[in-house]
């Protein structure tokens, strides 16, 4: 596939769609998932389902070039959209060297590698004021909970940002099923609440949990939600997720805002 014929791409995640408005390819989106507008606006284009839920009857009738997709997955969907002969790029970030890729293989495949390179400067230059921000503070312990049943911890990217914010995120090995014993044993000092999906997670529930009286956070009432789409979704808007952590981790140096 020649880049100059990839003009009808399609985008099933939130990050994929911020990534190519900020490289200035909004054009070439003739659909977007139903969460996308909640980072960039996505105009009159058609909504779907993201990649958890997505299936080719309402994406081949688009003829799409290229399908993006990100995590998370589920199979059965992925295979769906291959045997309805769609071109699939999926992308799986882990860290954010991970995103800084994918933003230049995104730009490089639409004509807008030097865009790609300025985002990724950007983020990278948001990343350090930050990290200037908040040097010589006390690093407080920082459990960021991305779903709650089971209690999962945030991905690796996050955890990345909870230290460019000036926390240690807890418990070690980010992104995954976490057991009440683990935050217990780390006890951390805020609890951050990013459920995928959820506007208004209810903060008591948290609290709630069997023996997390015991950790600091909630007995100290620092268990505070974070709008989720600033840090679930792996693109340019991660500055932004870093930026309100920091006030919630340092509220002395970044107002409520994050700014």
């Not at 970030?93 to 995103?99: A, G, I, K, S, Y």
């Not at 230059?125 to 991305?146: K, N, S, T």
């Amino acid at each position: 596939m020649s880049r100059s014929t990839l003009q009808r791409i399609v985008s099933l995640e939130p990050s994929v769609t911020a990534i190519l408005f900020a490289l200035g390819q909004q054009a070439r989106l003739v659909a977007v998932s139903k969460w996308c507008d909640h980072l960039v606006n996505v105009g009159d284009r058609p909504r779907l389902p993201s990649t958890w839920s997505a299936w080719p009857e309402e994406i081949a009738p688009l003829s799409p070039d290229l399908v993006i997709t990100s995590v998370p997955y589920r199979t059965k969907n992925i295979v769906g959209l291959l045997r309805a002969g769609l071109d699939v790029l999926c992308l799986c970030p882990q860290r954010l060297e991970d995103v800084y890729a994918h933003i230049t293989w995104l730009g490089r495949l639409t004509d807008a590698a030097d865009e790609a390179e300025r985002v990724i400067t950007q983020m990278q230059a948001d990343f350090e004021a930050i990290r200037q921000r908040v040097a010589g503070l006390h690093r407080p312990r920082v459990y960021v909970e991305m779903w709650p049943k089971p209690p999962m911890s945030s991905p690796t990217w996050v955890a990345e940002l909870v230290e460019i914010a000036g926390g240690q995120f807890v418990p070690e090995q980010p992104g995954r099923a976490v057991a009440d014993d683990e935050v217990i044993a780390a006890d951390p000092e805020f609890i951050v609440v990013a459920w995928a999906g959820v506007a208004h997670p209810p903060l008591d529930r948290v609290a709630r949990r069997p023996g997390w009286d015991q950790v600091s956070a909630v007995r100290e009432a620092r268990v505070v939600a974070v709008d989720e789409i600033w840090l679930n979704a792996p693109g340019p808007n991660l500055a932004r997720g870093a930026r309100l952590l920091a006030a919630v981790i340092h509220p002395e140096v970044f107002t409520a805002d994050g700014e």
